[in-house]
């Protein structure tokens, strides 16, 4: 009997460490805030000053759907490439996971990147942006909401480009994302 009991507590553990095997994005950005080769900021919404904007009617629900931003970003040197290589790898792992829904690719002079989303169609609760450049490093994005529509992000992007925000507040990260 103690060896049935042994062989099930065994199965058990077995069983619920295969099934937390996969990082979560969350559980990514906790385990490397602290680590150097990353920068790493939690920002509020209100940080874009967007009440100070002229907003249409849509944009002004887009822009009040939001949260905050969670900004990760691994900055690459010739010391850490490696490194580089290895997390630009765990994240692109985590990503594919099917919780995330693919909005957009992007394929820009600076970089390539993926718009993805978790939540429905109608009531977005993330989305994260990520995006590498060989040179520079990866920036990953978690935009946190409440019920954000699909559409709200282009009218977001919209309502940014219409404010004077130029990275205030974001120190070494934003030197990190301009230059």
Excluded: W
């Amino acid at each position: 009997m103690k060896h049935i009991i042994k062989f099930i507590g065994l199965a058990v553990v077995v069983l619920v460490s295969s099934c937390a095997s996969q990082q979560s994005l969350q559980e990514y950005y906790v385990d490397n805030k602290e680590n150097p080769n990353f920068i790493s900021l939690d920002i509020p919404a209100s940080i874009l000053k967007m009440e100070e904007v002229e907003l249409s009617s849509v944009q002004k629900e887009a822009v009040e759907s939001l949260k905050k931003f969670n900004l990760l970003a691994f900055k690459k040197t010739s010391d850490n490439a490696a490194d580089y290589k290895m997390e630009k790898a765990r994240v692109k792992e985590i990503l594919k996971d099917d919780e995330f829904v693919e909005l957009m690719k992007i394929n820009s002079e600076y970089g390539k990147g993926v718009i993805k989303y978790i939540g429905d169609e109608d009531a977005i609760d993330e989305v994260i942006i990520y995006g590498d450049s060989k040179d520079k490093g990866f920036a990953l994005v978690r935009v946190l909401g409440k019920g954000m529509n699909p559409a709200h992000i282009v009218q977001l992007m919209q309502a940014i480009q219409k404010s004077d925000y130029d990275g205030e507040g974001l120190g070494e990260i934003g030197k990190f994302l301009k230059g």
